[in-house]
Structures are given as structure tokens and as C-alpha cells.
């Protein structure tokens, strides 16, 4: 049942992200759902559901298999230090490292596409995106929490 | 090194290897069959939608739609008047030249369905596919002017490459002047016009239009207009800035066209 529901978000995630878009920009809320499983599961979860939820971007994307799947296992890999296995989690330090590792998501894809294929849009136009992006999903860092941690306030 | 790092540092290699493998041969796309799943969950979403809506609008749109027909009507049969001349003045010219009346080789009519699924091109997937007749490298157009091409197809929708993205180009020329350029999209809103020279006089709000030349448009498709022109330097060529005519923002329908 946990993972019809998590099949389920996940495609709902992508219809989400092709039908809204800010300033021309479309927003990046898989990195969201995978910041969301690395914090509640652990690091080698969100390695694997952010790999896999890279994997479905990379095929609906078109391009080539690999740049999401690198960037996404790497944000579930790397959320998890804000569940308390490095830093102690706070609603400002959430919406911080949420807008980090969208920042993180985006360059990575940005780069490898660059390197490995073609570049997939101008300088200018990627540092517009990856920060609007970066500053849609900064704010929902301070509602997404670690289990186990106290409701603050 | 722990366990996880270990991990960790597999992935990326493997990640690296699995990339470079493809930048040498062909991509692995495990997944493709995900899109036709989205498209049509954006296609009963959008029909819910206007099943919903349309009522509400048809009543709102009906009066001032009737005002705006009677206006429009007055207008036209002024105009029709007038250009009657003109087009029998054109018509014995073309005959006298033997030119064939162009004729855009109109395929179908398309609904924008949603934006493509790769958030860093701009792209649009469309309804309609190989069982509507659309292939690639097809031309989409508004009233307004060009659109894009198609880049990819499935059997009942297709992906729109928009003129304003990094890898769109197009031959294309200056109305006035018939100098001609090649127009790239930038990533944003506005397009460049690429390979005029320093003393070409250019001036803004000057229209560019398709000239044909690349075998991929067809001829004489309006594109956008000047928008900002720069001489900077001792550079080769101008920077030129072109504004599309048809915003990617409005467009709803495009009419597919082959060349």
C-alpha cells in the first residue's frame, strides 16, 4: 500500500510540475518529495528513491538516463544530515537546506547535460530558473520535518 | 570508509559511467511510456476542466463576442471593397509571371496539452500525433506567426520545440531590407537575431520573417519583430533582439503546417 501511495505522489508530483509554472518557470518539486524521503528514511533510502525518481525524470525528460538520476540520489542522500546525523533540524535551517539542495539538484543537472549532451539552455536563463526554483521550494523546508523531531512553537 | 560513503561514491560512479556510455552510443529511455500515462491524465484534467467551465464562459464571451462580430463585419466589407482591386491587380501579375500561388501545407490543428516534461527546454506537448498525420520537423503556427517545430512524436501527441529555446533555429530575413540572418532562441522570452552586419541599418520594430532557405520553414511565416539592436565594438556582426509575435504564454491551438 506504501508504495502504490508513493507511485501515486510521485506521478501526481510530475503532473503538478508540467501544468504550473512561476515567472515562465516550471517548479521543482521532486526534489520536494525526495528531500522528504532522506529526512524521514535515511540516507541510503533517499539515495534510492531519489535515484528512481531521477530515473522516471530523465525518461520523461527525453534526454539521456543519468543527470537526474546523479542529482536526485545525491539530494536524498545528502537530506538526511538534516535529520539530526549532523546538523539539529530547524524550521529556518529545513527551508535553508531545502533551497540548497534544489540549488545542488539543479547545477548538477545543468552540468552533466552540458557535458555529456548539449547545453540545455543559456547560462542566464538556467540561473533564473535553479534560483526561482531554489527560492519556491526554500519556504516549504519549514513544514517538511524529520520524524522524530518536536513540533517548535 | 563507512558503508553509506561507500555507497555513495558507487552511485556516482556508476551515474558517471552510465552518462558517458551514452554521450558515445544511444540513450537509454527505460521509461518513455510514463509520458502517454501524463499526457492523458492532462487530457481528462483539461476536459473535466472545460466541461466545467465552458458554460460560464460562452455566456460572458457571447454578448461582447456579437458586439465585436457587427464591428468586425462593418469593417471587413469596407476593407473587402478596397482590396478588390488590389487582389485582381495581383492576380494578373501573378499570371503574367507564372508564379504559383504558395499554399502552406496545412496538416492539422493542435491542442497545447501541457508544458514538456523537461523543465530546462521550452517545449509544449501537443495532441495530436502520427495518426493525425503530424511528423517531425513539422512547422506550428498561430494567426499570430511562428511557434515552433516538432522534435518528437508519438502516436497520438508530439513535443513543440518553441522558438524561444536555446537549441531552436530558423533562416529567416527582414521584411524591409530582405537581409538575411538566422534567428536562435536565448532560453527566455525574446529570440536573437544572429549574422547581420555592422553596416546593415536596422531599425526597431522592423518585422523578421521566415525566408525558406534552411528547408525547414516555409517561406515568408511571420516570425517577431525588432526589439533591440546593439552595435557594440568592432564585433563581426550585430546584436540583434527579436520579440516573437506570438507569445509562448497565450498560445492554446497551433495549426500544423508542412513545408
Given amino acids: 500500500m506504501t508504495y502504490i501511495l508513493w507511485i501515486g505522489i510521485i506521478l501526481f508530483t510530475f503532473f503538478i510540475e508540467e501544468r504550473i509554472s512561476i515567472f515562465n518557470v516550471a517548479p521543482n518539486f521532486t526534489a520536494l518529495l525526495v528531500y522528504y524521503a532522506g529526512i524521514r528514511k535515511g540516507a541510503l533510502e533517499g539515495l534510492f528513491l531519489g535515484s528512481v525518481i531521477g530515473a522516471v525524470e530523465d525518461s520523461l525528460s527525453g534526454a539521456f538516463l543519468g543527470s537526474n538520476l546523479l542529482s536526485k540520489g545525491i539530494v536524498g542522500y545528502f537530506s538526511s544530515l538534516m535529520s539530526g546525523s549532523f546538523f539539529r533540524w530547524t ?9 540548497v539542495l534544489t540549488l545542488v539538484d539543479n547545477s548538477i543537472v545543468f ?14 536563463a538556467a ?12 519556504p516549504l523546508g519549514l513544514f517538511l520535518r524529520p520524524k522524530d523531531t518536536q513540533k517548535t512553537g | 570508509m563507512p558503508k553509506k560513503r561507500l555507497l555513495l561514491f558507487l552511485f556516482i560512479i556508476l551515474s558517471l559511467g552510465l552518462m558517458t556510455y551514452q554521450s558515445k552510443k544511444e540513450y537509454f529511455v527505460p521509461l518513455r511510456f510514463l509520458n502517454n500515462t501524463l499526457t492523458n491524465l492532462h487530457r481528462i484534467v483539461n476536459s473535466v476542466r472545460d466541461t466545467a467551465t465552458s458554460p460560464f464562459k460562452r455566456m460572458f464571451i457571447r454578448e461582447e463576442e456579437n458586439t465585436r462580430l457587427k464591428t468586425e463585419l462593418r469593417r471587413l466589407l469596407e476593407e473587402q471593397q478596397k482590396y478588390q482591386e488590389t487582389l485582381l491587380e495581383n492576380r494578373r501579375l501573378n499570371e503574367l509571371l507564372s508564379l504559383k500561388e504558395r499554399k502552406h501545407g496545412y496538416v492539422t490543428t493542435a491542442r497545447v496539452v501541457s508544458r514538456g516534461a523537461d523543465q530546462w527546454s521550452n517545449t509544449f506537448v501537443l495532441d495530436k500525433g502520427y495518426s493525425d498525420g503530424v511528423t517531425k520537423d513539422m512547422t506550428a503556427i498561430t494567426s499570430k506567426g511562428l511557434v515552433g517545430k516538432i522534435i518528437q512524436v508519438s502516436t497520438s501527441s508530439s513535443s513543440l520545440l518553441l522558438l524561444t529555446d536555446l537549441n531552436f533555429s530558423a533562416a529567416v530575413r527582414l521584411q524591409e531590407s530582405r537581409r ?21 541599418e536596422v531599425k526597431q520594430g522592423v518585422a523578421v520573417i521566415t525566408s525558406g532557405l534552411d528547408s525547414l520553414f516555409p517561406q515568408g511565416l511571420p516570425v517577431g519583430y525588432v526589439s533591440k539592436v546593439e552595435k557594440k565594438g568592432t564585433g563581426l556582426f550585430q546584436n540583434i533582439e527579436v520579440t516573437p509575435f506570438q507569445d509562448n504564454a497565450e498560445v492554446e491551438e497551433v495549426a500544423i503546417i508542412t513545408r
Wanted: net charge positive; aromatic share 6%; charged share 20%.
Fill in chain 1, 91 to 99: 524550521p529556518l535551517l529545513g527551508a535553508i537546506g531545502i533551497g
Fill in chain 1, 111 to 124: 552540468a552533466t547535460r552540458s557535458f555529456f549532451d548539449r547545453m540545455p539552455t543559456g547560462i542566464k
Fill in chain 1, 127 to 138: 540561473a533564473l530558473k535553479i534560483v526561482i526554483q531554489s527560492l519556491i521550494n526554500a
Fill in chain 2, 180 to 200: 538575411e540572418g538566422i534567428l536562435a532562441g536565448t532560453g527566455l522570452r525574446r529570440c536573437q537575431l544572429k549574422y547581420i552586419p555592422p553596416d546593415e
